[in-house]
Nanobody, 116 residues
Framework: QVQLVESGGGLVQAGGSLRLSCTASGSAFSISTMAWYRQAPGEQRDLVASITGGGSTTYADSVKGRFTISRDNAKNTVYLQMNSLKPEDTAVYYC??????????WGKGTQVTVSS
């Protein structure tokens, strides 16, 4: 089982920025698809952004133009740069590692709180 550890969450005012990081254990990181999900209280866990091993990215409509996902395969780390944050971005953010559509692990999450 892959171990994933997120960091970088915190409290920020609306309009501010945060960068989340997720570091994975193991040697298969470079071929994996990495994704960030978020879950607000009482809500389902939704996809925010994903990036394939080849660098192709997808974004939820609600974050397009504000968030950027990237990866550093040498560091087994995926990032989520979040700009122009809004109160509705408040949630616990999780990273997920997938190889050939099989989920190999989830992180424990990092809290992001955006104050108005």
């Amino acid at each position: 089982q892959v171990q994933l550890v997120e960091s970088g969450g915190g409290l920020v005012q609306a309009g501010g920025s945060l960068r989340l990081s997720c570091t994975a254990s193991g040697s298969a990181f470079s071929i994996s698809t990495m994704a960030w999900y978020r879950q607000a209280p009482g809500e389902q866990r939704d996809l925010v952004a994903s990036i394939t091993g080849g660098g192709s990215t997808t974004y939820a409509d609600s974050v397009k133009g504000r968030f950027t996902i990237s990866r550093d395969n040498a560091k087994n780390t995926v990032y989520l740069q979040m700009n122009s944050l809004k109160p509705e971005d408040t949630a616990v953010y999780y990273c997920r590692l997938t190889i050939a559509t099989l989920v190999h692990g989830w992180g424990k999450g990092t809290q992001v709180t955006v104050s108005s």
